[in-house]
């Protein structure tokens, strides 16, 4: 009896182990579960070893990577003058404010061109929309550290009268003269037109300079007898202001009918901190494909991209609606824009070297792709 109960007792035991033994693997949740073979009643302990080995192995189920983390985005700050230089980066401006671009983008829209000259100098600008000629005074006095990338703007100025007596260059003579941009592109696109036409800008005419654009163009917008030069689009501002106001000269033909084919006149270009462009190359050409797809914006979608210049406290919309079309927003780079820009300072240099700071800039100024 003893022995009996013995017996039964190991069969118990037998089958508890078998019971408890089973083959671990990952199921697709990545969790662990049990496999346990089972023992039908009529196979002996030989046959289930069998049958167990028969068994295929369950599959293993890579654990799912990890997600790749975005590459973080830079802080870039960009400054431009109130213009046609700030009306390019409208959509640009849109985009960053809507967290659509590839880095993080602050823009100082400004009135003066020293302001934006101090903050580059400075440091605190990466980017900047300025006039051609300061950006050659600006590399020389930093010794090179700032480097041209783009042009933005070509020929936007015009020389505006109340009355009718300015039918050309030489008309000018004994006249005076309001303008705005004393040391930049304005006054020595000025200069080189007298001078073609046989007049001293020092003797035969009265040039007064006003630090904004602004100035000038209440100047005309109010007086009588008012000869000014200014650009678009405060052009079409004044014009819409006053009746009275209208376009004696547009200075880029005048200037290409002294100069033929060999410039024209290069308004605006996008200067870089030369550190930021060798030490994030990717970031700087993102910018810059950004903003050559903005300026693409504007000129392509006048009315949509004249509700952004309003709405970003430039012009109104229906001044910049009007204004857009004659503002000549481009984007240059490459060969192209290192012609453009050279053939340009050339003439300025020509006229008075300390217009480009003393001295032609080297290969070294121009960011060629």
Excluded: H
């Amino acid at each position: 009896m003893k022995k009996r109960w013995s017996v039964f007792l190991a069969v118990v035991l037998g089958v508890s182990l078998l019971g408890a033994c089973g083959t671990n693997t990952v199921n697709n949740n990545g969790n662990t579960a049990t496999v346990t073979p089972v023992m039908e009643a009529t196979q002996t302990p030989t046959e289930t070893a069998e049958a167990t080995a028969a068994v295929e192995p369950s599959e293993t189920v890579e654990p799912t990577a990890e997600p790749v983390e975005e590459t973080q985005k830079l802080e870039i700050s960009i400054a431009a003058l109130k213009g046609p230089t700030a009306i390019g980066m409208v959509e640009l401006m849109e985009k960053s404010d809507a967290g659509e671009t590839k880095n993080n983008y602050t823009f100082s829209i400004l009135g003066a061109a020293d302001e934006v000259s101090t903050g580059l100098v400075k440091g605190d600008y990466t980017f900047a929309a300025i006039p051609s000629n300061l950006a050659s005074v600006l590399y020389n006095k930093t010794e090179g550290a700032l480097e041209v990338v783009a042009v933005n703007t070509l020929g936007v100025l015009y020389i505006l009268e109340t009355g009718d007596s300015i039918q050309s260059v030489e008309d000018l003579k004994g006249k005076t003269i309001y303008s705005m941009g004393k040391g930049t592109t304005p006054e020595f696109t000025l200069n080189y037109l007298l001078q073609s036409a046989g007049i001293d800008p020092e003797k035969d005419v009265t040039i007064e300079y006003k630090s904004e654009a602004t100035e000038v163009a209440a100047l005309l917008s109010s007086g009588e007898d008012v000869i000014a030069m200014l650009p678009q689009p405060y052009v079409t501002t004044v014009m819409m202001q006053n009746e009275a106001v209208r376009i004696a000269l547009d200075v880029t033909k005048e200037w290409e009918t002294y100069t033929g084919d060999a410039s024209t006149i290069v308004t605006g270009v996008v200067v870089a901190q030369k550190s930021f462009m060798e030490e994030n190359k990717e970031a700087a050409d993102a910018f810059l494909s950004e903003y050559a797809a903005s300026a693409s914006y504007v000129t392509a979608n006048i009315e949509e991209a004249s509700a952004l210049v309003e709405n970003y406290g430039i012009f109104s919309a229906a001044v910049a609606k009007s204004a857009i079309p004659y503002c000549n927003i481009v984007f240059i780079q490459g060969a192209e824009m290192k012609e453009k820009i050279t053939s340009y300072l050339q003439v300025l240099y020509d006229q008075l070297p300390a217009s480009v700071g003393g001295a032609m800039p080297g290969d070294d100024f121009y960011y060629i792709p």
